[in-house]
């Protein structure tokens, strides 16, 4: 029998890894996607969990501009294939 464990809710078997940096950021924040993802959403919540911000991902590397968020610390939640990762990262 296989089990998986969950992490943030998610089953590792649906879980979307992607890369984010620089983190810590001050202006822009770019998402990099797996191989083979073309297009995610992309939505960015305050560390209360409200929605601050949706766009979509249509190439691999995609910028976010962060410059007019406050100080402190958000989460990063893409979502593609059906599969979802979400990241913390920190604005300064």
Excluded: H
């Amino acid at each position: 029998s296989t089990s998986a464990f969950t992490v943030l809710g998610l089953s590792t078997v649906s879980q979307l890894n992607f890369t984010m940096f620089p983190n810590p950021s001050k202006d822009y924040l770019t998402i990099q996607l797996p191989t083979g993802v073309l297009n995610a959403d992309v939505q960015l919540f305050d560390i209360t969990g409200r929605l601050i911000k949706t766009s979509n991902a249509i190439a691999s590397n995609k910028q976010i501009d962060v410059q007019d968020l406050s100080s402190g610390i958000y989460i990063l939640k893409i979502t593609a294939e059906g599969k979802s990762g979400t990241k913390q990262f920190i604005k300064n």
